[in-house]
Structures are given as C-alpha cells and as structure tokens.
C-alpha cells in the first residue's frame, strides 16, 4: 500500500512560486501516473496536473498551462508540481494521487481513477 505525503505549501504573494512534493512511502510510484488535484473552500476538487507512469505523457488543466509544470522521479520515488506566476485563484488544498494502470489520456484528469491519495497540503497567494 502506498503511502503519499505532499510537502511545500506555504503563503506567497501574487507572482510567486512554490514547488510541491509528493513522497512516496510503503511502496514506489513505479508503472503508476502521477496526479495533482486542487480544492478550494466551498468547491470541488478539481484537476491540476499529470504524468504517466513515464514520465512522457504530461496533462494540465487549462487554467494552469503555461505557469505549472509536473515532474516525477527517475527513481519513482516522488512527483512534483512546479507552479510559477501563483495568482490568488490558486489558493486551494493541494492533493497529490497515484493510480495504477491509467492508459487513456482522457482518463488523467479524473479523480475516481485514484486509488490512492495524500493528505493535502495549503497553499496560499495573497494578493
């Protein structure tokens, strides 16, 4: 069973850029694609960012092309989200997720395709 930890939210001004990290624990992220989802308070969560299981394949929700960039581990131990230019709209939870056998690439930006999830972490950009 694999274990995700999400690490590098934090508050930042309108412009900023933070890196986000999912560890991998109790097994690796190998053959699985790699997902970033968002939640903002009173809205659904709502797709981000993702990679299959290597690393060629890369999907971004509209609103984030361009500023974010999602990256993996050649050793399949973390994943990350590089988000660039963060305007205040950005404000959500981040979660990472993993999941185990995603081929179709309209398939990576649903969340029921996840089978397994991180805890969260906050991030915040003030304007």
């Known amino acids: 069973q694999v274990q995700l930890v999400e690490t590098g939210g934090g508050l930042v001004q309108s412009g900023d850029s933070l890196r986000l990290s999912c560890g991998a624990s109790?097994?690796?992220?190998?053959?699985?694609?790699v997902g970033w989802f968002r939640q903002a308070p009173g809205r659904e969560r709502e797709f981000v960012a993702a990679?299959?299981?290597?690393?060629?394949?890369?999907f971004y929700a509209d609103s984030v092309k361009g500023r974010f960039t999602i990256s993996r581990d050649n050793d399949n131990t973390a994943g990350y989200l590089q988000m660039n230019s963060l305007k205040p709209e950005d404000t959500a939870v981040y979660y990472c997720?993993?999941?185990?056998?995603?081929?179709?690439?309209?398939?990576?930006?649903?969340?029921?395709?996840?089978?397994?999830w991180g805890q969260g972490t906050q991030v915040t950009v003030s304007s």
């Open positions: 990679i299959d299981w290597s690393g060629q394949r890369l």
């Open positions: 109790g097994g690796t992220l190998y053959k699985l694609a």
């Open positions: 997720a993993a999941a185990i056998g995603m081929k179709y690439s309209n398939t990576f930006n649903d969340l029921t395709r996840y089978d397994y």
